[in-house]
């Protein structure tokens, strides 16, 4: 059994309520993994993404990107990423498309990219998240933690693409 190099990589504002579920859903994903004792994740959360993470992701087998969602979407939703998907970058924050093509462009590689949008209900300066972004949280992280158990489908489906 092959082992995989993965990056679960959240981002949002927790002072913006449920613009936080992005790193929320880092923190419990890596508590999950210490307890397993899974060696073979790498965790990361920030504000936003940054040009500079196209070299982790260039790094791994597999990239998951968690952020808040204002979409009409049930609790969560599972996309590819690719080096197409909405390639934009400011000065202020760059697409997980972005780094994707850059991956592709700088390091020549296209490891297997998804972004999991969690449903988020409430943006005020506020810390904490809403009840049911927690729940949607919650609904995610066990979904996300099933996917994990096999990740050579994530990266083989991702091929597919």
Not at 84 to 99: E, K, L, R
Not at 139 to 151: D, F, M, N, S, V
Request: proline fraction near 3%.
């Amino acid at each position: 059994m092959s082992v995989y190099k993965i990056l679960i990589y959240g981002y949002g504002n927790p002072g913006r309520q449920d613009d936080g579920l992005g790193n929320a859903f880092v923190e419990k994903l890596q508590q999950w993994a210490m307890e397993q004792n899974l060696k073979n994740y790498t965790f990361d959360s920030n504000y936003q993404l940054n040009i500079e993470d196209a070299a982790d992701v260039a790094e791994n087998d597999l990239t998951l990107f968690i952020d808040a969602s204002t979409e009409d979407i049930e609790n969560f939703i599972l996309t590819p990423v690719d080096a197409s998907t909405q390639v934009a970058f400011t000065t202020h924050a760059a697409s997980p498309g972005y780094i994707v093509n850059l991956c592709k462009e700088l390091y020549q590689k296209t490891p297997a990219t998804y972004l999991l949008h969690i449903k988020g209900y409430e943006w005020d300066f506020r810390e904490g998240l809403t009840e049911k972004a927690k729940q949607n949280l919650n609904i995610a992280l066990e979904a996300i933690k099933e996917k994990l158990q096999h990740p050579e489908i994530l990266i083989n489906n991702f091929k597919d693409f």
